[in-house]
T-cell receptor, first 117, second 111 residues
Framework: GAGVSQSPSNKVTEKGKDVELRCDPI?????LYWYRQSLGQGLEFLIY????????KSGLPSDRFSAERTGGSVSTLTIQRTQQEDSAVYLC???????????????FGEGSWLTVV | TQLLEQSPQFLSIQEGENLTVYCNSS?????LQWYRQEPGEGPVLLVT?????EVKKLKRLTFQFGDARKDSSLHITAAQPGDTGLYLC???????????FGAGTTVTVRA
C-alpha cells in the first residue's frame, strides 16, 4: 500500500511474554519513528531511525524495549517480559527526511494496539 | 508532565456551532503542528505553523501560532459531524526530529 503499514493491529498477550510489532514505512522514506499512545495521554517518543545513522533510543522507557530497522526499511519493536503498564497503542511513522520544523510531513500508521493481561 | 497543555480535554457541540481548542506551553518551539486522529487510525497532519503570529486557514479551520511561539489555537467555524475526532498539537524544536505532543482534545459534533 501507499501508507505506513503496521502489524499486528491488535495483540493481547500475557504478562511476562515477549511481543514483536512490525512497521513497513512508506517506500523511500529515510526517517522512521516509533511513538506510544496511552489512554488520555499524548504520543510519547520512543525511538528514531534515520538512514544508516545510529538510532536515537532516548525515548525507550526501559531495557525491555528494543527496536531494529533492517535494510533501511522495515522496523521491528520488541518488548520483552511485558508488563501491564506496557498496554498502549504503538504508532510507527515515517517521513522523507527528519526535522518536522522544516515542513517535512510525518505519516503515521494505524498503530498496533497492545493489551497485556 | 506534558510539555504542551491542551484545553479543553473534551468538547461536545451541536452541528453549526463554532469551537476553539488551545495548545499552551512554557517552551518555545520552532514549529507547531496540528493533527486529527480518528478511532483506530493514526494521527493525520492538518497544518504546520512556523512563524510567530502566523495564521493559516484550511476551509473552516483556522490555526494560529502565538507571537512568542509558545502557544497555538485551532478554531473551527460551523462545525460538522465530520469534524469529530481527537485533535492533537505537537511542537518541534529547531533541527529536532522529535515531536512533543499534547494530550489531545476530543471533539464531538452532534448532528
Amino acid at each position: 500500500g501507499a501508507g505506513v503499514s503496521q502489524s499486528p493491529s491488535n495483540k493481547v498477550t500475557e504478562k511476562g511474554k515477549d511481543v514483536e510489532l512490525r512497521c513497513d514505512p512508506i517506500s523511500g522514506h529515510t526517517a522512521l519513528y516509533w511513538y506510544r499512545q496511552s489512554l488520555g495521554q499524548g504520543l510519547e517518543f520512543l525511538i528514531y531511525f534515520q538512514g544508516n545513522s545510529a538510532p536515537d533510543k532516548s525515548g525507550l522507557p526501559s531495557d525491555r524495549f528494543s527496536a531494529e530497522r533492517t535494510g533501511g526499511s522495515v522496523s521491528t519493536l520488541t518488548i520483552q517480559r511485558t508488563q501491564q503498564e506496557d498496554s498502549a497503542v504503538y504508532l510507527c511513522a515515517s517521513s522523507l527526511e527528519p526535522a518536522p520544523d522544516r515542513g517535512n510531513t510525518i505519516y503515521f500508521g494505524e498503530g498496533s494496539w497492545l493489551t497485556v493481561v | 508532565t506534558q510539555l504542551l497543555e491542551q484545553s479543553p480535554q473534551f468538547l461536545s457541540i451541536q452541528e453549526g456551532e463554532n469551537l476553539t481548542v488551545y495548545c499552551n506551553s512554557s517552551s518555545v518551539f520552532s514549529s507547531l503542528q496540528w493533527y486529527r486522529q480518528e478511532p483506530g487510525e493514526g494521527p493525520v497532519l492538518l497544518v504546520t505553523v512556523v512563524t510567530g503570529g502566523e495564521v493559516k486557514k484550511l476551509k473552516r479551520l483556522t490555526f494560529q501560532f502565538g507571537d512568542a511561539r509558545k502557544d497555538s489555537s485551532l478554531h473551527i467555524t460551523a462545525a460538522q459531524p465530520g469534524d469529530t475526532g481527537l485533535y492533537l498539537c505537537a511542537g518541534a524544536r529547531s533541527n529536532d526530529y522529535k515531536l512533543s505532543f499534547g494530550a489531545g482534545t476530543t471533539v464531538t459534533v452532534r448532528a
